[in-house]
């Protein structure tokens, strides 16, 4: 198997034995799929079914799911299910033909963002939504930089991996690309700052500025919901060097971080959104949300067709998705819950020296891990992690150092199952205090 450069990555050879029905599962998907693909976790687990924020393995037991925010509204949701299955017997085709179902959705998708964002053009993967929202910003703009976070994600298409130095030093950064380191602490005039040089750089080389895209959680780049308006500030000053906005809403959208759209946290509204992950429930459906003159001029020049995108099945999921955010209030319920977690997280900080800086916004939790006599902070954080999948609850790390805990449950998550994760929690940090 291939060395891998990931949070969290399985390594065989760091477990010389593994159960047999691992073994085999891991021989034959060693044989069958290349070695783009990675496990998690120091003992791979395998998953049968899934319900709610569960997940069930072989032997089915139930694990606690607190990373995947795929399922925003849990996995196997019925009214998905149904939907799906429905529009499954029914008819499913391409974009060329008239129904209405994709207008049914757009309209209410459209109904939740601000006025200005009056359009909507589908696709498959957050990946190819983030491809087209920036070739959309070039062509409205006529310039070709891109402004991002130092530690960015924004997809696996040859233009969005090319906008995400997280993947690794292997993963070439385009050229006409000037990054922003973001870290804790930084207040707003610090990023203002921070972006206007990145602008400069790129007027200096004579890319110009297309657009600067953010995750408005900055989840790659450690989980940084603050500083509050520092999306805005950073808005101000793309658009003062001619640029477009765009807001990567693939992780914080629908209802994360405490509000429909992460952007909003900030008081911005942006000219382009991308949306993904949880949009479907696990469905392959994504989206650009942008200012009419934007998309009306791109499709009037420019030939965009995506075969899959908005097909009638994917549709019904995502109405069905909708429809359970909007009408369970779940972005309140993500506020509320995730101070549940911070709070009891904040308070486990201070009693131990391992967990350092808690940060949050709704149902997206970062932790810092501190380094011991023993470990580094890394090495802490991965055995955090590893501590709570014996435990069966399920988290993972994320940052440039992979040292901080990256939580973010399904927006369903309750507080009984809060305190199962507590629980472990707490068993795994009094194991791994320093002796």
């Not at 904040?346 to 501190?370: E, K, N, S």
Request: proline share 5%; glycine share 10%.
């Amino acid at each position: 198997m291939a060395q891998m450069h990931m949070a969290n990555a399985f390594d065989p050879e760091s477990v010389p034995e593994v159960p047999a029905r691992t073994a085999e599962l891991l021989a034959r998907r060693d044989a069958a799929l290349s070695a783009s693909y990675r496990l998690f976790y120091r003992e791979p687990l395998e998953v049968v079914r899934a319900e709610g924020a569960w997940l069930y393995d072989s032997d089915g037991r139930p694990h606690l799911d607190m990373y995947n925010n795929v399922p925003a509204i849990g996995h196997a949701h019925p009214a998905v299910t149904e939907a799906v299955t429905r529009q499954l017997g029914r008819l499913n085709t391409h974009t060329r033909y008239l129904t209405e179902g994709i207008l049914d959705y757009s309209e209410a998708l459209l109904e939740t963002f601000p006025a200005a964002l009056d359009q909507g053009t589908y696709a498959c993967s957050g990946s190819e939504a983030v491809d087209l929202a920036v070739r959309m910003a070039r062509f409205a703009t006529g310039r070709e930089g891109i402004i991002i976070s130092a530690h960015a994600y924004h997809g696996t298409t040859a233009l969005a991996a090319s906008l995400s130095p997280s993947l690794g030093v292997n993963n070439p950064i385009a050229e006409a690309v000037a990054t922003v380191d973001m870290r804790p602490g930084m207040d707003v005039e610090t990023v203002a700052a921070e972006v206007r040089a990145a602008a400069a750089d790129l007027e200096a080389r004579g890319h110009g500025v297309a657009a600067v895209i953010f995750d408005s959680i900055f989840s790659s780049d450690g989980v940084l919901p603050d500083p509050v308006g520092g999306l805005a500030a950073a808005a101000d000053v793309a658009r003062a060097f001619g640029g477009c906005v765009i807001a990567d809403e693939v992780q914080p959208g629908f209802g994360r971080t405490g509000t429909m759209w992460g952007f909003s946290r900030h008081g911005v509204t942006p000219d382009l959104a991308v949306l993904g992950k949880p949009m479907g429930n696990g469905m392959p459906i994504s989206a650009v949300v942008s200012r009419r003159e934007i998309s009306d001029a791109f499709g009037a020049s420019v030939r965009y067709f995506n075969t899959f995108g908005g097909n009638p099945v994917c549709i019904a999921a995502a109405q069905a998705v909708l429809d359970v955010i909007t009408g369970s209030l779940l972005a309140r319920h993500a506020e509320q819950l995730g101070q549940v977690l911070a709070d009891g997280l904040a308070v486990r900080a201070g009693r131990t020296a391992l967990l350092g800086d808690v940060r949050a916004a709704g149902l997206f939790v970062g932790v810092d891990v501190r380094g011991s006599s023993e470990r580094q902070p890394a090495e802490t954080a991965a055995a955090i992690v590893n501590g709570l999948r014996q435990r069966r609850v399920l988290i993972s790390a994320s940052g440039p150092g992979a040292d901080v805990l990256k939580i973010r449950p399904p927006l369903v998550f309750d507080e009984a199952e809060a305190e199962v994760f507590f629980a472990a929690l707490d068993d795994t940090l009094e194991d791994l205090e320093p002796s």
